[in-house]
C-alpha cells in the first residue's frame, strides 16, 4: 500500500514563535502563499482516500493542495500533533527546555501533555483503522494531511529510528512523504518497505 503524509503549511504559531500542539493556530499568509507555489512545483501522488488532522492548519492545508474536487473521508483528532499541554500557546524563547522532545524522549506524563506511548496509540489505532477497511474495499492508497510530530512517529517506528534519530527527519512545512507499506490484515502488522521525499 501507498500511504502518502503531508505535513501542514506554516503557521501563525510559526510566525509568532509559540508552541503549538492542539492549539489550534490557523496558517499564515507566508504558509498559504507557499502551499500554492507548492502545488505548482511538486507532485502530489493522487490516492484512493484522503484524511486531515482535525486542527485548521492541517485541514486548511489539505483544501488549498487538493481542491475543492476532492474528497475528504475524515477530518479526525487523531492525526494531531503531540499535545504539550502547559505549554500550549506559550512562546518559545520564555522555556529553556523543548516540550516535544520532554515528552517524547522520557515517554513520562509530564506538563499535562501526551507521551509517545499515548500519541503512538491514537495515531496507529488509526492508522491500522483506515489500512484495514482499504484492504477490505480493496484500495492500496492513502493520503493523510497531519503534522511533523506525527510524520516523525511514524517514520522512527516503522523504519525504524532510535529517538535521538528522529530528529534528523526533515519535514518541511506543506511536503511530506510518501510510503510504501505492507499490510497484514489478519495480524494488523504494517511492515515499511521504502519511503521517499515528495519534494525530491
Given at each position: 500500500m501507498k500511504v502518502v503524509f503531508i505535513r501542514h503549511g506554516r503557521?501563525?504559531?510559526?510566525?509568532?514563535?509559540?508552541?503549538a500542539g492542539w492549539y489550534d493556530t490557523p496558517l499564515c499568509e507566508k504558509g498559504i502563499e507557499e502551499l500554492h507555489q507548492h502545488r505548482e512545483t511538486y507532485?502530489?501522488?493522487?490516492?484512493?482516500?484522503?484524511?486531515s488532522?482535525?486542527?485548521s492548519r492541517a485541514y486548511d492545508t489539505f483544501k488549498i493542495l487538493y481542491g475543492d474536487e476532492t474528497p475528504l473521508a475524515e477530518?479526525?483528532?487523531?492525526f494531531r500533533e503531540m499535545s504539550v499541554g502547559d505549554y500550549e500557546n506559550v512562546a518559545w524563547d520564555a522555556m529553556d527546555f523543548n516540550p516535544f522532545d520532554e515528552l517524547f524522549g522520557n515517554?513520562?506524563?509530564?506538563?499535562n501533555g501526551e507521551t509517545v506511548s499515548q500519541m503512538s496509540l491514537r495515531v496507529f489505532g488509526k492508522l491500522t483503522k483506515i489500512l484495514s477497511e482499504m484492504d477490505?474495499?480493496?484500495?492500496?492508497?492513502?493520503t493523510i494531511v497531519c503534522h511533523a510530530g506525527v510524520i516523525m512517529m511514524v517514520l522512527t517506528f516503522l523504519a525504524p529510528l532510535s529517538f535521538e534519530?528522529?530528529?534528523?527527519?526533515?519535514?518541511p512545512n506543506g511536503l511530506g512523504y510518501v510510503m510504501d507499506?505492507?499490510?497484514?490484515?489478519?495480524?494488523?502488522?504494517?511492515?515499511?518497505?521504502?519511503?521517499?521525499k515528495v519534494w525530491e
Amino acid at each position: 500500500m501507498k500511504v502518502v503524509f503531508i505535513r501542514h503549511g506554516r503557521s501563525m504559531a510559526n510566525d509568532t514563535g509559540v508552541c503549538a500542539g492542539w492549539y489550534d493556530t490557523p496558517l499564515c499568509e507566508k504558509g498559504i502563499e507557499e502551499l500554492h507555489q507548492h502545488r505548482e512545483t511538486y507532485t502530489y501522488p493522487k490516492t484512493d482516500r484522503y484524511y486531515s488532522s482535525d486542527l485548521s492548519r492541517a485541514y486548511d492545508t489539505f483544501k488549498i493542495l487538493y481542491g475543492d474536487e476532492t474528497p475528504l473521508a475524515e477530518k479526525t483528532s487523531a492525526f494531531r500533533e503531540m499535545s504539550v499541554g502547559d505549554y500550549e500557546n506559550v512562546a518559545w524563547d520564555a522555556m529553556d527546555f523543548n516540550p516535544f522532545d520532554e515528552l517524547f524522549g522520557n515517554n513520562k506524563p509530564v506538563l499535562n501533555g501526551e507521551t509517545v506511548s499515548q500519541m503512538s496509540l491514537r495515531v496507529f489505532g488509526k492508522l491500522t483503522k483506515i489500512l484495514s477497511e482499504m484492504d477490505a474495499s480493496n484500495e492500496d492508497s492513502v493520503t493523510i494531511v497531519c503534522h511533523a510530530g506525527v510524520i516523525m512517529m511514524v517514520l522512527t517506528f516503522l523504519a525504524p529510528l532510535s529517538f535521538e534519530e528522529r530528529m534528523n527527519i526533515e519535514t518541511p512545512n506543506g511536503l511530506g512523504y510518501v510510503m510504501d507499506l505492507d499490510f497484514d490484515a489478519m495480524h494488523n502488522h504494517i511492515r515499511l518497505n521504502s519511503y521517499h521525499k515528495v519534494w525530491e
